[in-house]
Nanobody
Framework: QVQMVESGGGLVQAGDSLRLSCAAS????????MGWFRQAPGKEREFVAA????????YAAEFVKGRFTISRDNAKNTVDLQMNSLKPEDTAVYYC??????????????????WGQGTQVTVSS
């Protein structure tokens, strides 16, 4: 099994930055891709960004390009999400996820087998 624990959420103002971190433990050798999803109240969980095991491939939702950056440290089994220029619409619970190789775009929750408990990000206007 794999356990994933997020940290770094909080309350910030519009335009501020926040860095989320996720630490994976357990059978981490089974993880090919690590990603971030978010879910706002009353909405479906949506893809934010993902990164392959060696960092060679990254994937990002259109709405975060130019603002969010995903990075990975395999030595520490961590994946970070640097979020800049935050907007009120970025308010959501952010989830870290890990999955095996699928050969697709890694943009759907079903491609991920392991999930963290989520961390709240609130952006005030």
């Amino acid at each position: 099994q794999v356990q994933m624990v997020e940290s770094g959420g909080g309350l910030v103002q519009a335009g501020d930055s926040l860095r989320l971190s996720c630490a994976a433990s357990g059978r981490t050798f089974s993880i090919y891709v690590m990603g971030w999803f978010r879910q706002a109240p009353g909405k479906e969980r949506e893809f934010v960004a993902a990164i392959s095991w060696n960092g060679a491939n990254t994937y990002a939702a259109e709405f975060v390009k130019g603002r969010f950056t995903i990075s990975r440290d395999n030595a520490k089994n961590t994946v970070d999400l640097q979020m800049n220029s935050l907007k009120p619409e970025d308010t959501a619970v952010y989830y870290c996820a890990g999955g095996g190789y699928s050969g697709s775009g890694y943009r759907t929750p079903s491609e991920y087998a392991y999930w963290g408990q989520g961390t709240q990000v609130t952006v005030s206007s």
